[in-house]
Nanobody, 123 residues
Framework: VQLVESGGGLVQAGGSLRLSCAVS????????IGWFRQAPGKEREGVSC????????YYLDSVKGRFTISRDNAKNTLYLQMKSLKPEDTAVYSC?????????????????WGQGTQVTVSS
């Protein structure tokens, strides 16, 4: 099982980025999958996740209306479209997979993790 993130970078406040998470070793739509972030000195938090069963989604309150999670099952890739970025969105963003397929914002629910990609939003 492997998850590889890409798409991070430096962007000005108000800008946009799209993160990608390419997965291998399992079928994306059979797993619950999510995006987490960790800023320096802070705990990791669940940003958004999507269940395997019905595609239901979860968003952290602070990103609702700005971030959109999606997946392309044919490409076995998860995305996080981020718009109207704020300096407080600066963090390392990681994708994670839950074989149980559930939707959960708790990192302990996820067995497989990518290495992370840095997102930096300048003011």
């Amino acid at each position: 099982v492997q998850l590889v993130e890409s798409g991070g970078g430096l962007v000005q406040a108000g800008g946009s980025l799209r993160l990608s998470c390419a997965v291998s070793g399992f079928t994306l739509d059979h797993y619950g999958i999510g995006w987490f972030r960790q800023a320096p000195g802070k705990e990791r938090e669940g940003v958004s996740c999507i269940s395997s069963s019905d595609g239901s989604t979860y968003y952290l309150d602070s990103v609702k209306g700005r971030f959109t999670i999606s997946r392309d099952n044919a490409k076995n890739t998860l995305y996080l479209q981020m718009k109207s970025l704020k300096p407080e969105d600066t963090a390392v963003y990681s994708c994670a997979a839950d074989p149980a397929g559930s939707i959960s914002s708790r990192d302990v629910s996820y067995d497989y993790w990518g290495q992370g990609t840095q997102v930096t939003v300048s003011s």
